[in-house]
């Protein structure tokens, strides 16, 4: 299943969207981009990264979850109230979405 049809399936309506290619991002961005958001999800491959904003957070260690090779943010990225959900896990985004 992919991003877009899940969230179609829990009839999840999409605000905004962004093309990730055309912005480019570096470590010292993530503050500014993430100002809002209290924690961000990242899943890659399989694994499930969570960063808790409110405390001091490794920026290489979050750029390195969230910032593709190319510099853009990894695809899909989703701002959902004070979280951001970053790469999609059919299992992870269950689970927050279910908690929400």
């Known amino acids: 299943m992919r991003a877009d049809e899940f969230l179609a399936a829990r009839r999840i309506a999409v605000r905004e969207t962004a093309d990730a290619r055309k ?5 010292h961005d993530l503050r500014e981009l993430f100002k809002d958001a209290r924690r961000v999800i990242a899943v890659k491959a399989k694994k499930r990264v969570e960063f808790d904003l409110a405390r001091e957070v490794d920026l290489d260690a979050l750029a390195e979850a969230v910032i593709g090779p190319t510099g853009g943010l990894r695809a899909p990225t989703l701002m959902v109230g004070d979280a951001v959900l970053v790469g999609f896990g059919p ?5 927050f979405f279910d908690a929400e």
Do not use: C, S, Y
């Open 91 to 95: 299992e992870e985004w269950a689970a």
């Open 23 to 27: 912005e480019r991002f570096e470590k």
